[in-house]
């Protein structure tokens, strides 16, 4: 059984950034999702086993960055130019193989997730 626990979440302003952290083990591919109030869960960012891979949603490329350091056992995701719809509850996953997916199927064990709140 795999655990993922999420930290780093909290409430910022507008424009301001944040870093998720995950503590994970094991050789796969690790995934960020979120879920807003009333909304279902989105794919945000994905990185392979090496690091050397990653995908992002549309809506934070260019501002979210997702890395990983092995040595570690730790995912990050780094949180840039914070928007108001930005705002959910972050869930980190790990994948079924060592590339990264988009897909919720991909991913067998999930976090508990950490409150991301971006005030405008």
């Known amino acids: 059984q795999v655990q993922l626990v999420e930290s780093g979440g909290g409430l910022v302003q507008a424009g301001g950034s944040l870093r998720l952290s995950c503590a994970a083990s094991?050789?796969?591919?690790m995934g960020w999702f979120r879920q807003a109030p009333g909304k279902e869960r989105e794919f945000v960012a994905a990185?392979?086993?090496?690091?050397?891979?990653?995908y992002y949603a549309d809506s934070v490329k260019g501002r979210f960055t997702c890395s990983r350091d092995n040595a570690k056992n730790t995912v990050y995701l780094q949180m840039n130019s914070l928007k108001p719809e930005d705002t959910a509850v972050y869930y980190c996953?790990?994948?079924?193989?060592?590339?990264?997916?988009?897909?919720?199927?991909?991913?067998?064990?999930w976090g508990q997730g950490t409150q991301v709140t971006v005030s405008s």
């Open positions: 990185v392979s086993w090496s690091g050397a891979t990653t």
């Open positions: 996953a790990a994948g079924t193989a060592s590339v990264p997916s988009m897909r919720e199927s991909n991913y067998h064990y």
């Open positions: 094991g050789r796969t591919s």
